[in-house]
């Protein structure tokens, strides 16, 4: 079965960063049909601001050391997603990186999932939607989805750089056309939990599809009077 999985997966790598890689312009454009002076949207920012004014004040080692065990739970967690048993998570001494063990071959998802997959506002988002089931939302709750918003924001733009290990297993043509979209995609969908919940959220991808359509009928109506 996990071996079934890998191969399966291996097979849409490329054909998804094509579609990431077309749909890029839609994920742009989806960023105007969100309020963002509505005051779910404003708590949001305020805490989104607030990350990066805790991040000054952070110890610069307990820092990295979050990056570092973040990275490799994402790592972790698409790993059992794919049905991979993971036999142990290991962070170096220094500091300078970690390790992630697991059974079988694995795929391309496991290795990226860290650029693109924000792992502990996917998480919160959960406990927003429990806590939701039983009293209602408040704006502390958008703020604190602004704050993680921030934080993956932040950790993604901090491992992506030339000695990172992961991104040449998945080469960097594919990084290239995967991750900005892949990116967009997760805070996009975050910003649309923020005031939907999970209804957003499939709110959201439908919006990705009718951009991309009519992106799609712009572009072959330009090449068909082009032409």
Known sequence: MRVLIDRFIELLKWPVAVYMLVS????IQSLYYFKFMSLPYVALFAGFFLFFISRSMMDSTVKTNMEIVAHEMTHAFFAL????????????????????AFEGEGNWLIVIAPYFFPLFGFF???????????????????????????????????????KQTDLPKV????????LPAA???????????NTRGWNGVWVYQNLIGWLNERNFKWVWNFLANLF
């Open 171 to 178: 080469s960097y043509k594919f990084c290239a056309m995967f």
């Open 183 to 193: 990116n967009l995609w997760a805070v996009g969908s975050m910003l649309a939990f």
């Open 24 to 27: 890029l312009p839609a994920y």
């Open 81 to 100: 997603l794919t049905f991979h048993k993971v036999t142990g998570i290991r962070v170096a001494d220094d500091n300078s990186g970690g390790n992630m």
């Open 124 to 162: 919160y988002m959960i406990a927003f939607s429990v806590y939701t089931h039983f009293a209602p939302a408040n704006l502390i709750m958008n703020g604190i989805m602004g704050f993680f918003i921030g934080y993956h924001l932040d950790t993604v733009g901090s491992q992506i750089h030339e």
